[in-house]
């Protein structure tokens, strides 16, 4: 059993895999390797490499010991304590946010100008990934096709933009799970509960006026931009799934928006999504 740093976060779950720290700040990983992600080796993925079934120290391939961490879709990223951002796995999604777009396998390395911001106060790593600095957000992401980046566009980003809103926020999470479209959400700093990327489950958590096309065959609603999630109530956390948004009010209820296929709402039904608290 992993003794825990009280002090950083515990556990970071990707795609089959997690990492975690011990009191000393350094990860450990396990689960599947299939783009370096949990043990990185450096080279091309694809190929076979062993898939850690206990927890793995990464620190023999050139981790130093981390105060924040964030497990992606193919990617793994964290902070030391100069806030400066390591990553490694795979950037096939431009998970890496240093303004490149590469599949092949990465051994650990600093990313250049930390992903391209400096002073980072808090990194989420999914697909693509978003980060504060201070209140202000960030992301990027390889496909964007939901507008998931949140600047008013659906072009690729390989670096960090600027989302659009004159929201102070603080917390913002990226979807690590749904790379064709996600969403992407945040709580400001009075706890509002903001959205925007995909809508096609309405995990937006409010109608979205905007048209999204991935593929000439998969049609539907999204926002380049973030929207206010209905029901005016204010949080405290918030975290995303493929299609579901869940999130704790301040009362300590926990409510979810989303799809509902197979009762992800928890409200002790099944079958259609529900589009607004």
Known sequence: MLKVDENAEPLGAGYRFVCGFDAGGQIYCWGSNLFGQSSPTGGSTGGPRANPCVPTPVAHFGVPPLVSFEAGLTQSCGQDASSNVLCWGSNRFAGFGDGTFTPAESVPAAVPGAIGLSGITQLSVGVGGCALVGSTPSCWNGFNSGGEVGDGTFAQRFAPVAVSTVEGFALIVANDENSVAGQTCGLT?????????????????????????????????????????????????????????????????????????????????????????
Do not use: H
Request: proline share 2%; charged share 10%.
């Open 189 to 277: 700093l009075t706890g509002q509960a903001f959205c925007w990327g995909s809508n096609r489950a309405g995990e937006l958590g409010t109608t979205a006026t905007e048209t999204c096309t991935v593929a000439a065959v998969l049609v539907f609603s999204c926002s380049s931009t973030p929207l206010p999630v209905d029901g005016g109530l204010t949080f405290t956390d918030l975290d995303i799934g493929f299609t579901t948004t869940c999130a704790v009010a301040t009362d300590g209820a926990i409510y979810c928006w989303g799809a509902n296929r197979v009762g992800q709402i928890g409200d002790g039904s099944t079958g259609r999504s529900q589009g607004s608290l």
